[in-house]
């Protein structure tokens, strides 16, 4: 099991009570892995360090309908 499926492990065992077999943590992980990056990404491309917290979430929603 590597890093990133670990840390799904404990997330869903420690804060949300769920049990995964070790297929489905993998996936997660993956699935996790791939959001983190297109919000990563969006954010750099439209955000500055100064820019209102509540300009995130309209960009997260603007990108979600592309």
């Not at 890093?3 to 065992?13: D, F, V, Y």
């Not at 769920?18 to 997660?28: A, S, V, W």
């Not at 996790?32 to 491309?45: G, H, K, M, T, Y």
């Not at 100064?50 to 603007?62: A, I, V, Y």
Request: aromatic share 8%; charged share 35%; hydrophobic share 40%.
């Amino acid at each position: 099991m590597d890093e990133k499926t670990r840390t799904a492990a404990g997330i869903a065992t420690g804060l949300q009570g769920l049990r995964y077999d070790d297929k489905r943590l993998g996936e997660l992980a993956a699935e996790v892995a791939a959001l983190n990056d297109a919000v990563r990404q969006a954010a750099a491309e439209w955000l500055t360090f100064d820019d209102d917290p509540f300009t995130f979430p309209s960009l997260l929603e603007r990108e979600a309908r592309k």
